[in-house]
């Protein structure tokens, strides 16, 4: 199955949600019916007609009231969770951990995460971190990859190895690649309707209990009944905690066998993970957490968060047990080329002292698998292998990441710590190579941000040439954390530079395209709009207008990129249908990106065939150069799909 695949599934999963739910609601009304039937009954007497099992007024009434409290529920918690995975984070005790920490035990966890996204093409996740919770667990959150936040618990700094961690974080990698946040979001909002009524019931006693004991007299029925209203709350509410249990263990068990077989894919360190889940065995918090909202989150975690329902067996479980996880990992099988640790050991949790310091962004080595020969030109895929790489990653790829950020020179590593030391490597990497072009830009760089920022920007400049192919997206998007920490002022200032240098005196220059598109994406606090397009014919202008771009770059003879165009416009469904220009249109900035915003909104589904059009115009010639490469997978990224560098 594949990223398009998963998201079309998660858009289904979202409906069997919906049913589940109804049915749920449909328990509950059934047993407040009876409730209600039968304190009306004991209220009567037989000379009123006694018993009637069958009364429409009432079911109305209690059905009503059942949904209104359900509602009111569901879309408040939903309301709450409006900012995605940052309002759960904040919710479950997490503190946003600044990417610029200088703690060595964030810093680690930092850059097990930013490696983790640079490699399987997603942005840099904002990372939560935990405090009061000992336990080791983790979570993914938000409504999409943009808007992701990853976040661990204490116990996983303080228990864990570097490669244990990462084997959890590549766990909720998997989770953000494969679609589920969005649906795991929901299921919050969805199953708080369902607590709503429990919660609601709880209060009424409590009311009861302390301000209507003095005032109860043996003869008062209303109170009998409010008294035995509320504690049918109480009991049917308790029932939609089981409903909610049972929602969330038929959505969630099997996404997370997926996640730990994706974790060892991503990582090729089986170890890592079955270090960690033996850890969480081992160590008296287990995964456990204290925090109050711990349950309402427990579909979304890594580990099982509320032991106290394990007296009702496994149905009720949102996680598999520990031993099941550990026996399929077992089944994974181990690539070629590393050698397994044994089977029984433990992972180690000792660190050294440096070890935060260690791969990727701050050098060293790794105890994964380790490349046979340095990367340093771009792969040139096939399209169905670029298609297939979408969504995911593997070993090879997050190694080569780790090799190319830490043959960063150190001045430009520097950065990734400064935001303003970081806005003039971005300033530097959109400086062009030819004369009129460079004059034009160092120009505006001297005159808005004076000759000091010009001269840096300059010494910067050599460093940034000698980059190897692809290496200057993959620092692009290494810098955008610090980028995000730039003042409001600061940020305004940046992305007016930013826009300036990559479209000097207004015109599109395709060599800064991809970049300029990356720093969009990445910075942009616009929320995506829902993608319900289904039909081609609603895109097809769209689409005519990107591959236009895409089939200019690489092909210097107009024959060859008009070739490129059709074949990419073939791959679209309904092709035949359609007219197909015999000359490229012509593209501007304004248009291209119009066109790939409303792209964006396309489904899933229909989105997989446009960016396999995409795909097929730049690997026409099954020559991809560093520039057709980059702005494929600007496009791409654009397009909300995460792109992975494409890496020898």
């Given amino acids: ?67 209104a409290f359900m509602v009111v529920g569901s879309s408040t918690k939903l309301a709450q969770l409006s900012q995605g995975g940052h309002s759960l984070a904040k919710g479950l005790g997490g503190r946003e951990i600044n990417p610029l920490t200088d703690d060595p035990d964030e810093q680690r966890l930092i850059n097990v995460v930013s490696e983790m996204a640079l490699a399987s093409g997603t942005p840099i996740p904002a990372v939560y971190l935990l405090d009061d919770e000992p ?14 936040v990853i976040g661990v618990t204490r116990g996983c700094l303080d228990q ?145 968060a509320n032991g106290n329902l394990s007296f009702l067996g496994g149905w009720f479980a949102t996680h598999p047990p520990l031993g099941e996880r550990l026996r399929r990992l077992g089944q994974v099988p181990i690539p070629q080329g590393v050698s397994p640790l044994s089977v029984g050991a433990s992972a180690s949790s000792s660190r050294s002292a440096d070890e935060s310091l260690v791969m990727g962004l701050h050098g060293g080595t790794s105890t994964a698998v380790q490349p046979a020969i340095a990367p340093a030109l771009l792969a040139s895929p096939n399209p169905n292998q670029f ?52 004059t034009h830009q160092i120009e505006y760089l001297s005159n808005t941000h004076g000759p000091d920022c010009r001269k840096r920007v300059g010494q910067i400049y050599n460093q940034v040439r000698a980059l190897k192919p692809g290496q200057d997206l993959l620092l692009l998007e290494a810098l955008v954390p610090a980028l995000q920490q730039l003042d409001p002022d600061g940020g305004r200032k940046f992305s007016q530079t930013a826009q300036a240098l990559s479209q000097p005196g207004g015109r599109l220059l395709l060599s800064n395209f991809p970049l300029q598109l990356i720093l969009r994406k990445r910075l942009s606090n616009s929320s995506t709009e829902t993608a319900t397009i289904t039909d081609i014919a609603d895109l097809w202008g769209d689409a005519q207008v990107v591959l236009a771009l895409l089939a200019r770059v690489g092909h210097t003879r107009p024959e060859d990129a008009l070739f490129a165009f059709k074949l990419g416009l073939a791959q679209l469904p309904g092709a035949k249908a359609q007219t197909s220009p015999n000359q490229l249109p012509p593209v501007n900035s304004a248009d291209i990106n119009a066109s790939l915003s409303r792209l964006e909104q396309a489904a899933p589904k229909l989105k997989q065939t446009i960016v396999d059009a995409c795909a097929h115009t730049v690997l026409a010639d ?27």
């Fill in 135 to 148: 336990g080791i667990n983790a979570f993914a959150a938000g409504f999409t990859a943009d808007k992701a």
């Fill in 387 to 438: 298609m297939t790489a979408i969504g995911t990653t593997d070993a090879r790829r997050l190694e080569q990441v780790r090799s190319l950020l830490s043959e960063l020179p150190a001045e430009i590593k520097a950065a990734l710590q400064n935001p303003t030391a970081a806005a003039e490597v971005v300033y530097a990497l959109l400086v062009r190579t030819k004369p009129a072009l460079q």
């Fill in 1 to 67: 199955m594949n990223f398009f695949e998963h998201q079309d599934q998660a858009r289904r999963n979202t409906t069997k949600l919906l049913l589940l739910f109804g049915l749920s609601i449909a328990v509950m009304i059934t047993a407040f019916y009876g409730v209600a039937i039968a304190i009306l009954s004991a209220q009567t007497t037989p000379a009123l007609g006694g018993l009637v099992l069958w009364r429409p007024g009432v079911l109305f009434w209690v059905a009503s009231g059942t949904l």
């Fill in 160 to 304: 864990l190895s570097r490669d244990e961690l990462q084997g959890v974080i590549g766990h909720e990698f998997s989770h953000i690649l494969n679609g589920d946040m969005g649906l795991n979001l929901k299921l919050i909002g969805v199953i708080h309707g369902l607590l709503l009524i429990y919660i609601a019931g709880r209060l009424v006693l409590r009311l009861s209990y302390y301000g209507g004991s003095s005032r109860r007299s043996k003869d008062d029925k209303g109170a009998g009944a409010v008294l035995a209203a509320a504690l049918a709350m109480v009991v049917i509410g308790y029932l939609g905690v089981l409903c909610g249990r049972l929602i969330k263990s038929a959505v969630s068990r099997e996404r997370e066998f997926l996640a730990d077989a994706s974790a060892v894919q991503f990582t090729r360190n089986p170890e890592g993970l079955t270090g960690a889940l033996r850890k969480i065995g081992q160590i008296q918090a287990g995964s456990t957490m204290v925090s109050p909202m711990a349950e309402t989150a427990s579909h979304l975690l890594f580990g099982e």
């Fill in 622 to 648: 099954n020559d991809v150069t560093p520039a057709e490469m980059g702005l494929l997978r600007a496009v791409v990224i654009t397009l909300d799909c995460p792109a992975p560098p494409f890496l020898r």
